[in-house]
């Protein structure tokens, strides 16, 4: 079993930073794959950023540049920094992990393990 809880976020104006991060216990070993999700209001989940354990990291198109997702393994922590962001970066994020390497696909239903989900809010 695997538990995640998340911590950060908040609102910030347009080019505004803010870290994310979620704090990951029980059988971090197992896991393959850890990453960052979001969802708008009224809009699918889809991944921002993941990491795989042999350490290939992967980022949506629209947050290149932007954001970076890292991993202390000594606090089995994982963060999202996420800089210059805009109106359009408005969403309820998650962290999530999971057994199966997912490269960079990230897709939201290999995903087991999720945190509780933080409000990130970027005002115009």
């Known amino acids: 079993q695997v538990h995640m809880v998340q911590s950060g976020g908040g609102s910030v104006q347009d080019g505004g930073s803010l870290t994310l991060s979620c704090r990951v216990s029980?059988?971090?070993?197992?896991?393959?794959?850890v990453g960052w999700f979001r969802q708008a209001v009224g809009k699918e989940r889809k991944g921002v950023a993941t990491?795989?354990?042999?350490?290939?990291?992967a980022y949506v198109d629209s947050v290149k540049g932007r954001f970076t997702i890292a991993q202390d393994n000594a606090k089995n922590t994982l963060t999202l920094q996420m800089n210059s962001l805009k109106p359009e970066d408005t969403a309820m994020y998650y962290c999530?992990?999971?057994?199966?390497?997912?490269?960079?696909?990230?897709?939201?239903?290999?995903?087991?393990?999720w945190g509780q989900g933080t409000q990130v809010t970027v005002s115009a």
């Open positions: 990491i795989d354990s042999d350490g290939t990291i």
């Open positions: 029980g059988d971090v070993d197992s896991l393959s794959t």
């Open positions: 999530a992990a999971t057994r199966v390497f997912c490269g960079a696909a990230m897709n939201e239903g290999e995903f087991t393990y």
